[in-house]
């Protein structure tokens, strides 16, 4: 190392750890009580040389080629580090592919635990969209009146009713709710087909009694919701809407004109329910709308999945003032299905799965008319023809999937990635210092061994935490249920 490059790196050092070192290596050599003249020489002499000895350990590990800052110092978590390839697609401009090498951090993990298959804590379709189950609250409908209740160790707290009113409430259904921190949202939307309604959406918030704060209802176009999210004052509602415009020819036959398709980011108000303001962004992409998912509002927008029509998933960061920031793809095996953002980075949790046995997203997810939420009816039903477990399938997941957790800069663009085989990425939570990380360890694969079949893939979570830096610093076997359903890809 040049002399030049030494000074400089002290240069670099802060005064505090000058002075330190000064007084540490001060002390090998002086009682209390000696000379001030020689402390004053002998003392930048030994300063200069423990401050050499830290500058050379400094700059050997800033230039060493294994030095992958991933996992914090000293975090009891197993890891190896290496470099990987991502391939990046553009997916709105020239479609042209772009290789990119970014770090990765491949996690020991552990043995997957004892999981709950009967009350799964999160269940996940085809890792695309992550629902976490509160078996509390449930919906119902009889007697020309709707139902939500709410429920604790079985027994029944309180019931909200409402009576439809048939000039505006028919073709409304119940599709989501949020348990908020003053009560819970119900979401009724309008089903699928529909085209001029006289009002989109209605909500209604409910203190934790069952009574009504306030319901509202909303004339501005929205179409399904993808995404609901709140802060202290404000509710977030990302939706899609894909209208079809039509036109008749010669007084007989009816022929699409036009489709229109937007993207509406509306804000309400979380102690009256008034719309504040929305924006509607128009897009012209290939699209399957019942597969649109929100996979979270981050610092710089929100991360909008999507499958199109040849079923590929894609990723668009929306942000509210400018739009449609980017619209990327990082092939089909890659499947992400929630994001969360930490110091201007986005993350981005899934699975990466081999190309002859990925899960592609359940296009029928909702299921209207139903006792429950729809996922849970699903799993349910669903559950009762595919009982039986397929332990040299499970293997086979085991072997070929991997969950990840991809961070990316502001605008998508991937810089790192964590890994841990033999599982899929679940749930990122937010928390007052970082980040929370599901990994669901694969333990047990239900029904559908052929391509036909609908696969029940359940996991047992590891959970990571990310500090403030980014880095790993711990992990716990807290053992939430995942179940993951879908249907195998490519299709056939």
Same mark, same amino acid.
């Given at each position: 190392?040049?002399?030049?490059?030494?000074?400089?790196?002290?240069?670099?050092?802060?005064?505090?750890?000058?002075?330190?070192?000064?007084?540490?290596?001060?002390?090998?050599?002086?009682?209390?009580?000696?000379?001030?003249?020689?402390?004053?020489?002998?003392?930048?002499?030994?300063?200069?040389?423990?401050?050499?000895?830290?500058?050379?350990?400094?700059?050997?590990?800033?230039?060493?080629?294994?030095?992958?800052?991933?996992?914090?110092?000293?975090?009891?978590?197993?890891?190896?580090?290496?470099?990987?390839?991502?391939?990046?697609?553009?997916?709105?401009?020239?479609?042209?592919?772009?290789?990119?090498?970014?770090?990765?951090?491949?996690?020991?993990?552990?043995?997957?635990?004892?999981?709950?298959?009967?009350?799964?804590?999160?269940?996940?379709?085809?890792?695309?969209?992550?629902?976490?189950?509160?078996?509390?609250?449930?919906? *119902?409908?009889?007697?020309?009146? *709707?139902?939500?209740?709410?429920?604790?160790?079985?027994?029944?707290?309180?019931?909200?009713?409402?009576?439809?009113?048939?000039?505006?409430?028919?073709?409304?259904?119940?599709?989501?709710?949020?348990?908020?921190?003053?009560?819970?949202?119900?979401?009724?939307?309008?089903?699928?087909?529909?085209?001029?309604?006289?009002?989109?959406?209605?909500?209604?918030?409910?203190?934790?009694?069952?009574?009504?704060?306030?319901?509202?209802?909303?004339?501005?176009?929205?179409?399904?919701?993808? *995404?609901?999210?709140?802060?202290?004052?404000?509710?977030?509602?990302?939706?899609?809407?894909?209208?079809?415009?039509?036109?008749?020819?010669?007084?007989?036959?009816?022929?699409?004109?036009?489709?229109?398709?937007?993207?509406?980011?509306?804000?309400?108000?979380?102690?009256?329910?008034?719309?504040?303001?929305?924006?509607?962004?128009?897009?012209?992409?290939?699209?399957?709308?019942?597969?649109?998912?929100?996979?979270?509002?981050?610092?710089?927008?929100?991360?909008?999945?999507?499958?199109?029509?040849?079923?590929?998933?894609?990723?668009?960061?929306?942000?509210?003032?400018?739009?449609?920031?980017?619209?990327?793809?990082?092939?089909?095996?890659?499947?992400?299905?929630?994001?969360?953002?930490?110091?201007?980075?986005?993350?981005?949790?899934?699975?990466?799965?081999?190309?002859?046995?990925?899960? *592609?997203?359940?296009?029928?997810?909702?299921?209207?008319?139903?006792?429950?939420?729809?996922?849970?009816?699903?799993?349910?039903?669903?559950?009762?023809?595919?009982?039986?477990?397929?332990?040299?399938?499970?293997?086979?997941?085991?072997?070929?999937?991997?969950?990840?957790?991809?961070?990316?800069?502001?605008?998508?663009?991937?810089?790192?990635?964590?890994?841990?085989?033999?599982?899929?990425?679940?749930?990122?939570?937010?928390?007052?210092?970082?980040?929370?990380?599901?990994?669901?360890?694969?333990?047990?694969?239900?029904?559908?061994?052929?391509?036909?079949?609908?696969?029940?893939?359940?996991?047992?979570?590891?959970?990571?935490?990310?500090?403030?830096?980014?880095?790993?610093?711990?992990?716990?076997?807290?053992?939430?249920?995942?179940?993951?359903?879908?249907?195998?890809?490519?299709?056939?």
């Amino acid at each position: 190392m040049k002399t030049k490059d030494i000074m400089t790196a002290l240069g670099d050092v802060d005064n505090r750890y000058k002075r330190e070192s000064a007084e540490e290596n001060a002390k090998v050599y002086f009682k209390k009580g000696s000379g001030a003249r020689i402390l004053k020489y002998v003392l930048s002499g030994a300063a200069l040389l423990g401050l050499a000895a830290f500058a050379i350990f400094a700059i050997s590990t800033k230039y060493s080629s294994d030095n992958i800052a991933m996992v914090e110092p000293g975090a009891k978590v197993g890891f190896s580090t290496s470099k990987t390839t991502i391939t990046e697609t553009a997916v709105n401009g020239s479609g042209a592919d772009r290789e990119i090498e970014i770090d990765r951090c491949t996690l020991k993990g552990g043995d997957p635990q004892t999981v709950s298959m009967n009350d799964p804590d999160y269940i996940m379709t085809g890792g695309t969209y992550i629902y976490k189950i509160d078996y509390d609250y449930a919906f *119902g409908t009889g007697d020309e009146e *709707g139902y939500f209740t709410k429920s604790k160790d079985g027994a029944v707290l309180w019931t909200y009713k409402w009576k439809d009113d048939p000039d505006t409430d028919s073709d409304l259904r119940i599709n989501d709710y949020r348990v908020l921190d003053c009560g819970v949202l119900i979401v009724r939307e309008l089903g699928f087909g529909h085209l001029d309604p006289a009002y989109k959406l209605k909500l209604a918030l409910l203190d934790d009694n069952g009574n009504e704060v306030w319901v509202q209802k909303y004339t501005h176009n929205m179409g399904a919701v993808a *995404g609901i999210y709140y802060d202290e004052d404000t509710i977030y509602v990302v939706s899609y809407t894909d209208t079809e415009q039509w036109a008749t020819v010669e007084g007989r036959e009816s022929v699409v004109h036009e489709q229109l398709q937007s993207f509406v980011i509306s804000e309400f108000s979380k102690a009256t329910g008034d719309l504040i303001r929305n924006r509607q962004t128009p897009v012209q992409i290939d699209i399957s709308s019942s597969t649109v998912r929100c996979l979270g509002k981050v610092d710089t927008g929100y991360v909008i999945m999507y499958y199109d029509l040849d079923y590929r998933s894609n990723l668009m960061l929306l942000s509210y003032d400018r739009g449609v920031e980017r619209m990327i793809s990082f092939g089909v095996n890659y499947e992400f299905g929630t994001a969360q953002s930490l110091n201007g980075k986005i993350y981005l949790s899934g699975k990466l799965m081999s190309p002859g046995q990925n899960m *592609g997203a359940d296009a029928y997810f909702y299921v209207p008319g139903h006792n429950g939420p729809a996922a849970l009816w699903r799993y349910r039903i669903d559950l009762k023809y595919a009982n039986k477990e397929y332990k040299d399938v499970a293997e086979e997941y085991k072997e070929g999937t991997s969950a990840v957790l991809l961070v990316c800069d502001g605008s998508l663009s991937p810089e790192q990635i964590y890994v841990q085989e033999g599982a899929y990425g679940g749930a990122l939570e937010k928390t007052e210092n970082g980040l929370t990380w599901d990994v669901a360890q694969i333990s047990t694969v239900y029904g559908g061994p052929e391509k036909a079949g609908v696969p029940f893939v359940f996991g047992s979570s590891r959970t990571y935490t990310l500090n403030e830096k980014g880095l790993v610093e711990s992990c716990e076997d807290t053992a939430k249920s995942y179940v993951m359903i879908g249907i195998y890809y490519p299709y056939e």
